[in-house]
């Protein structure tokens, strides 16, 4: 067995845990969004059954207060916190029948600590630009904007910080937070001491391949050029991830600037596009994909991709592999962060610091399958669930973390350079 | 109440002219604002800024072009493969008539997305189709694959608009009086040889050579003959044996004339769709095979790049605009845009 052989990751997950937890969670936030008004009546109400969040300013709020005040408005991507654990047709909790549901324990957890209403938009965020255009305008006018407590990947954290529509965060609110947040996922240049954001979760970036249709193991980037593979090879239309990973390859070849991948500028991005460009020519490379490659490696059509850590692992089948290649991989992750003029602070701090108690956050990792930004979680985790605590993708081993590159924070001017770099790439 | 007589018409159709000056008019004049700006996502500013039209046009000449061919191909195709249906359905459908019009529709019960997706799974690589044509009969090269060619996405656009081609058609050809028919099978209207052999031998040849220069196996070199040639050969012996065996006379003298306000509407409805459909390109296609609604949906959602964006709606429309004015013309169906027939 080679040393890459140990980073394949095909096993493992409970698939049908997570797609299931997904589904059941949409159907949540359908409903979520089919009832209307709040139930101010604290502790114990659920959460989840409110639409969009009560805009009204809560009579005893203000921002600098440390009292928690609810309800807390919260929004977040789909299936991103651990739920309920209801026994299926069987009867028995822990078998494959069970079905997964709002509230969460986490959650419930939290209302009766604080005996304040969380109103948890699951699947509110689907999509960091789409989610900003409904908020954007608030912030421009300086008014609130409804939400307490979002959750934003690096890059729009950055801008949103930058932009200065992210409430600063009182320190003496989350010292968990600060406390038990891994070091690596400190010193973000946009925010590097935690003053606006706390991390919530991760993932990386890295190759899938399906090994029946390759023929081989994969283990690096520049795997993906082997000739055998012409027209089956995908990369992200994620510009951060797939720009940063070929430069990564293009280093390793000493054909590009020693730049860090988070630094690489719009000369390095011209390097990749010249290096992408005969592939892309040539149709070895087919396109460039969302989530979608998922369809074309159960279809055959793709067979070596740029894809997202958990993805194959979750939705794929046991001959779909991920790699952390040896270049090096992506690692990106999604943050909280309050919102300028929320009107909930101290309670969207408080469940920042609640969430990073290592059991809870334990708790919640089992269920989503995501890297935790929280110190000692492998340890908690093993007392319950030994499966996810061997689970190399949601505790990546120390060589590829040592390897790993946050997302480039591109200027907009760049950012605007390599979309065009990318639209020539994609043939639009 | 007799003196606002003339207000009634105006009342009545009220509902719909607010609804589309609201939602049709006013978003068009925003978009033609937009499409004459310049500067950043968030403060754009009119500024007769024609260079937005200019590089719209001069920069996606391969979108444009494929946007065109692919929504000609798939207009050809939902006619060639329409035509019989629509013809069968409402001559031969008997008293399964609304059950077959029903089945043409069905589809249309589950979302566009889902269809396209499904698509992706029958002909890829793993596919039923491939199973079939490549793994046991041998027909195409071992490594023959649909997904990310422009077959792959003519025939999705080609199966998502097809209903808009079956239906004006089957209303059309439905209302025909079988009298007619009879009519000229009393005046000595028989099988349509030889000129059906010809017709249907050309018509034949020309759609089995657009179909391989368009879809890119062949192109106009002496190189790719050998691959065009024998296309157009089967192309026509399978039109010339249809034309010049299943159809007659009476059809093309007196059915295929009165079907031609359904032929007319049938391929607008397909071809306007199809020559701005984005999905199929992006789901089916390849980096070579996108559309001009791909550069759209680009532009507007990852680019911020408004004004380019609203520049290529607006040339798409106005192209769409003109093929529509002439095919009008070609096909002299005034009576549908207007006008009447002398």
């Known amino acids: 067995m080679n040393d890459n052989d140990q980073h394949e990751l095909q096993a493992g997950i409970s698939r049908r845990r997570f797609v299931q937890g997904s589904a059941v969670a949409g159907i949540g936030a359908f409903l979520a969004a089919c009832t209307t008004g709040t139930t101010s009546s604290p502790p114990a109400s659920a959460p989840g059954q409110t639409g969009s969040p009560d805009p009204s300013p809560s009579a005893s709020a203000t ?15 789909d299936a991103y916190i651990d739920l309920t654990t209801d026994p299926g047709a069987d009867g028995e909790e822990g078998t494959d029948d069970d079905e997964y549901v709002l509230p969460s324990p986490t959650l419930n957890e939290f209302q009766q600590q604080y005996g304040i209403e969380v109103n948890y938009s699951n699947a509110e965020i689907d999509d960091n630009e789409t989610f900003m255009a409904t908020i954007r305008p608030q912030f421009q006018a300086g008014v609130d904007t409804g939400w307490d407590l979002i959750v934003l990947t690096d890059w729009m954290a950055a801008k949103v910080v930058q932009a200065g529509w992210a409430e600063q965060i009182n320190p003496a609110m989350i010292p968990d937070a600060l406390a038990n ?8 240049p946009w925010d590097p001491n ?7 979760q991760s993932g990386a970036t890295g190759i899938g391949y399906n ?16 000739e055998a593979f012409a027209g089956r090879v995908t990369l992200l239309s994620e510009t951060r991830d797939t720009f940063p990973l070929v430069h990564l390859l293009l280093q390793a070849r000493g054909e590009t600037s020693e730049n860090a991948p988070e630094e690489m500028d719009a000369e390095d991005a011209e390097r990749v596009h010249a290096f992408l460009g005969p592939y892309v020519e040539s149709g070895h ?131 605007a350079q390599v979309n065009e770099l990318y639209a020539d790439l994609a043939g639009v | 109440m007799r003196r606002h007589r003339w207000l009634i018409p105006w009342l009545l159709m009220a509902p719909g002219l607010l609804w589309l000056a609201l939602f049709f008019v006013l978003p068009n004049v925003q978009m033609l604002a937009m499409s004459l700006s310049s500067g950043r996502v968030g403060d754009f500013a009119f500024s007769w800024d024609w260079d937005n039209y200019t590089s719209a046009l001069t920069r996606f000449p391969d979108n444009f072009r494929n946007s065109v061919v692919y929504g000609g191909l798939a207009t050809l195709l939902c006619l060639l493969v329409g035509y019989p249906l629509a013809y069968g359905i409402a001559f031969r459908g008997g008293r399964f008539k609304n059950l077959l019009l029903f089945l043409v529709i069905a589809p249309f019960f589950t979302s566009f997305l889902l269809r396209v997706i499904s698509w992706q799974i029958l002909i890829g690589d793993r596919g039923p189709l491939l199973a079939v044509v490549r793994d046991t009969l041998g027909i195409v090269p071992a490594n023959f694959t649909i997904i990310g060619s422009p077959l792959a996405v003519v025939a999705g656009i080609t199966y998502q608009f097809l209903p808009f081609m079956v239906l004006p058609l089957y209303v059309s050809l439905e209302k025909i009086d079988r009298r007619y028919i009879e ?33 890119g196996y062949a192109t106009l070199a002496a190189a790719s003959l050998p691959a065009l040639l024998p296309a157009m050969a089967i192309g026509g012996a399978i039109g010339g044996l249809v034309c010049g065996f299943l159809v007659s006379e009476s059809f093309v003298r007196v059915v295929l004339p009165l079907s031609l306000p359904g032929l007319f509407a049938g391929s607008v409805l397909v071809f306007i769709p199809s020559i701005g459909d984005f999905v199929n390109a992006e789901l089916l296609g390849s980096t070579k095979t996108q559309m001009i609604g791909n550069v759209i949906q680009n532009r507007f959602l990852q680019q911020n790049d408004y004004p380019t964006a609203a520049a290529l709606s607006f040339l798409l429309m106005a192209a769409i605009l003109v093929a529509i004015i002439v095919y009008a013309r070609v096909l002299g169906t005034e009576e549908l845009t207007g006008g009447r027939a002398a």
């Open chain 2, 183 to 215: 009519a000229a099978k009393d005046l000595y209207a028989g099988p349509w040889r030889p000129a059906g052999w010809i017709a249907g031998g050309l018509v034949g040849a020309a759609a089995g050579g657009a179909l391989m220069l368009g879809l």
């Open chain 1, 181 to 188: 947040v891994r070091d690596e996922l400190k010193g973000m």
């Open chain 1, 285 to 415: 490379i087919r396109g460039f994909t969302g989530n979608s490659y998922l369809r074309d490696f159960s279809g055959g059509d793709t067979w070596a991709a740029v894809v997202w850590s958990g993805d194959l692992a979750s939705a794929g089948t046991d001959d779909d592999r991920f790699v952390f290649p040896t270049e090096g991989s992506m690692i990106w992750t999604d943050n909280a962060l309050i919102p300028k003029g929320a009107q909930h602070k101290a309670a969207a701090e408080a469940m920042m610091n609640f969430v990073y108690d290592v059991r809870r956050a334990a708790r919640i990792a089992a269920f989503i399958y995501y890297i935790s930004p929280v110190k000692g979680v492998a340890e908690a985790i093993s007392e319950f669930d030994e499966e996810a605590a061997e689970n190399e993708l949601l505790f990546q081993p120390p060589d590829v973390i040592a390897k790993q590159h946050p997302q480039p924070n591109w200027d907009e001017a760049t950012e």
């Open chain 1, 194 to 200: 935690l003053e606006y954001h706390v991390p919530w």
């Open chain 1, 211 to 226: 090994v029946v249709s390759t023929q081989r193991d994969l283990a690096s980037i520049g795997d993906l050029f082997d």
């Open chain 1, 63 to 77: 921002p600098e207060s440390t009292e928690v005040v609810g309800p807390l408005n919260f929004a977040n991507w």
